[in-house]
């Protein structure tokens, strides 16, 4: 089969395209580095099978060729993290309803299933855990910038559930909770790369507000995981499923669990939110997914216990700042025999 995933040089993206090449499966990505990045892509471009296109989803010409190429869209491309949304609410709004319009257009046109994914942001500060997909959304005032994220990705399911409706275009809603894993940046404000970073520099790890606030994570793996089982089912088309972990902690004990997998003295230095985002900063308290509806159309349920993960994510740092240490050194060495 041959894939388009837009937004493919990102996180979550690069390990869907990792999954599809090692299926045989032939992947082109489309994706405009705004927040994706060659480096998650690079150990893939010898792959023969895999075409990685530097371009924008609102080029619609080369969208419309790449769609027409694919047996299925996979729609990644978004702006995403809260830190980002918060400091360009504009390109926010403008990425994500604007972009989604146009892949859903482009696949319209030739009926070409869309795989579309959405975020447990939705949910807003609703308190209803588990959250189950027909619950209701509750969210802030537009005043608030950080609603504005979750009001773009509930329109952008509007709009592939109105395409499904309207015009027979066969997609499939994924809300994603906090997935996690190597590869993952802490430049948008994720927070567990950026306590792997801290912990491992020796530096305070950040915890926003009190670290009471509490999240589910989820290994990346178990989340592609998710996506190609909805995907193969055939029973997922037309519907909206939650993919995330169900094992809860709290920011404070996440915190706690990457100073003991990596040893590190690091203090924890509680910073209000005001600080690290904004005034009127509103945070979710707790954000736990049901996963039932996965569970009864796949069978399956994400289950990567969270010290598997964070060992993961840690390895990876480490390994970045190996491979990053040797070559400044064989960058030095020439010099220093002058
Ligand atoms: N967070 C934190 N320190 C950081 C980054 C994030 O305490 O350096 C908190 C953040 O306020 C939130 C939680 O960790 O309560 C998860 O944040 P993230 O941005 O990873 O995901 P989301 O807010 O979308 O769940």
């Keep these: 089969m ?7 040089a990102g996180f979550i993206g690069s390990h869907l395209a990792e999954a599809l090449l090692s299926r045989g499966d032939e992947v082109f990505i489309l994706d405009d580095l705004s927040t994706g990045s060659v480096e998650n892509i690079r150990h893939l471009k010898a792959r023969d099978r895999f075409h990685y296109i530097f371009d924008s ?25 809260v830190r980002l ?34 975020t447990s942001e939705v949910y807003g500060k609703s308190d209803k855990v588990p959250f189950r997909e027909d619950a209701d959304l509750v969210l802030g005032p537009t005043t608030t910038a950080r609603w504005s994220y ?20 066969p997609v499939i809603v994924v809300r994603l909770f906090n997935t996690v894993g190597p590869r993952q940046t802490g430049r948008y404000g994720m927070v567990l790369p950026n306590f792997a970073r801290q912990a491992l520099d020796a530096a305070p ?20 995981e998710s996506i190609l089982r909805l995907l193969s089912t055939g029973k997922a088309i037309g519907e909206v499923v939650n993919i995330g972990s169900t094992q809860e902690i709290s920011i404070e004990g996440l915190a706690h669990v990457v100073k ?16 690290a985002y904004e005034p009127g900063f509103e945070d979710m308290l707790r954000r736990v997914p049901c996963v039932d509806k996965l569970e009864k159309l796949t069978g399956f349920r994400p289950s990567v216990p969270l010290p598997e993960i964070v060992d993961r994510v840690v390895d990876h740092l480490r390994g970045k700042r190996t491979a990053a240490a040797a070559t400044a050194e064989r960058m030095a060495a020439p010099a220093a025999s002058d």
């Design 205 to 224: 790890i950040t915890v926003f507000g009190t670290g009471q606030q509490s999240r589910c994570f989820c290994d990346v793996r178990d989340t592609v």
């Design 57 to 81: 989803i609102t080029n619609r010409h080369l969208l419309a060729e790449l769609v027409d190429e694919s047996d299925v869209v996979f729609h990644l491309a978004a702006a995403v993290g």
């Design 150 to 169: 979750a009001a773009s990705k509930a329109v952008d399911e509007f709009l592939a559930l109105s395409y499904w409706k309207e015009r027979k275009l």
């Design 260 to 275: 003991q997998r990596t040893g590190s003295n690091s203090p924890i230095a509680y910073i209000p939110y005001e600080k």
């Design 2 to 8: 041959r894939h388009l995933i837009t937004g493919g």
């Design 85 to 118: 949304i918060v400091e360009s609410p504009v390109r926010t709004l403008e990425t994500n309803v604007f972009g989604t319009q146009l892949v859903l257009d482009a696949a319209s046109k030739k009926k070409k299933l869309v795989v579309t994914a959405s």
